[in-house]
């Protein structure tokens, strides 16, 4: 058996379908206090020490806007009516990042990591998660790239073209990490109207239903997700043990 094989890490794979956002938030933030407690307990107290485990959550968010603490409210560009008027919720969260849009038909991934596991820099760790994207992408006939200092994968970028098709967005501590990214296929763009997407003003948002000109197969686009993901980290995605419920959000 060969080095790699043996020494894979095993990440807890769930897809949660369509769960609102503060619930999946209070759901991801006890997967990630969790790690980060036991991490606490396995430095102080190496007799209790137990590993740690590793996530990945998929999921869907009815209509939602989130500012990340390094955000400008006024990147939101409509009141508190507006927002109930349309159906937005709105949170202020504590992830990197600017103001984005979450809503039906984009895939949301939250990867749950202690990165002790793999590395511990962050910077690498964005940088995975883009190319993650950037060859599931590459499954459609799409060349997504990075745009110089601004996260995301982005298509055209450098040019007067360039447009986002994935944001992103992370928080860490003690090298765990939660939030992660979003990515548009069926999304309806509207709403990004509604706000300056990630404090950008002077480049559009789009989705691989626009770039293609047909729906797609979320499933699809979800195994191609898993299966870049599985070999950017080097992991195995198996059956949770902790599965998302109502009463344990």
């Given amino acids: 058996m060969e080095l790699a094989q043996i020494i894979m890490r095993k990440v807890e794979f769930q897809d949660i379908g369509t769960v609102r956002y503060g619930a999946a ?4 933030t006890k997967l990630f206090e969790r790690t980060v407690d036991q991490k606490l307990v396995n430095r102080k107290t190496p007799e ?6 590793d996530h990945l959550i998929f999921v869907e968010h009815p209509p939602v806007f989130t500012l990340g603490k390094s955000g400008k409210e006024a990147h939101l560009l409509v009141d508190q009516a507006r927002l109930q008027e349309e159906g937005i919720d709105y949170h ?37 998660l883009e190319d993650v994207v950037i060859k599931t992408l590459a499954e459609y006939g799409l060349t997504a790239g990075r745009s ?39 999304t309806s763009l509207e709403h990004f109207g509604l706000i300056v997407p990630c404090g950008i003003s002077d480049k559009p948002v789009t989705s691989l239903h626009l770039e293609l000109g047909r729906e797609v197969d979320l499933e699809e686009v979800k195994d191609h997700l898993k299966k870049h993901f599985v070999d950017q980290f080097g992991c195995a995605l198996v059956p949770t043990t902790t599965p998302y419920t109502h009463e344990n959000s």
């Fill in 48 to 53: 209790r020490a137990e590993e740690t485990t």
């Fill in 25 to 28: 938030w209070d759901f991801q």
């Fill in 148 to 186: 110089d200092g601004e996260t995301g994968v982005w298509l055209d970028a450098g040019t007067p073209l360039a447009r986002k098709i994935c944001a992103m967005g992370v928080k860490a501590s003690r090298w765990t990490t939660m939030h992660g990214f979003a990515l548009n296929i069926n």
């Fill in 92 to 128: 202020p969260v504590n992830r990197g990042g600017d103001i984005t849009y979450h809503g039906l038909g984009q895939i949301v991934g939250y990867p749950i990591l202690d990165l002790d596991h793999y590395f511990t820099d962050i910077h690498k760790y964005l940088r995975y």
